[in-house]
Structures are given as C-alpha cells and as structure tokens.
C-alpha cells in the first residue's frame, strides 16, 4: 500500500543513511520500526521487580551454601 509521510529533514537523512549502511530499503526500515513499535505496545508490561521467596525453606542440612563445589556435587546425588 502506498502511502505518504511527512517526516522531519534530519530523520529522514539519517533513516537513509542506515539503510544503505544495511543494504536495505528506505520502506524496509519504516516497516521494521513500526513492527518494533506496535509489538511493544502489545506486550504486557513487564514487572520492573524481582520476584522474592518468602516461603521456608533453605538449604539441606550439611551443604555449604557458599560452596559451588559442595552445590553441584549436592545436584549430582540428586540427579
């Protein structure tokens, strides 16, 4: 479809400009940031908080919670 925008000068340069620097279209580059643009509209807002554990829990009795090594050994027995 055809259709006609009226874009700022020095966008439009620099929309030129990386477009041939990605050996793409003009038209190309307008569609992929419009499809950035409305995919993100679309997502659902994404919690800027980490989820945090408040249940009990911890560690089994005897493993040494600061040791990779005793942590891994630990998930091969379990494996």
Known sequence: ???????????LTEAKALAAQQRTSLTR????????????QRAPARSSRLPVYRGKGGLAPGLD??????LLDAADRDA
């Open 29 to 40: 580059l307008i569609e992929e940031g419009l499809q950035l643009r409305l995919r993100a």
């Open 65 to 70: 919670g600061l040791s990779n090594k005793a």
């Open 1 to 11: 479809m055809k259709t006609t925008l009226d874009l700022n000068d020095a966008l």
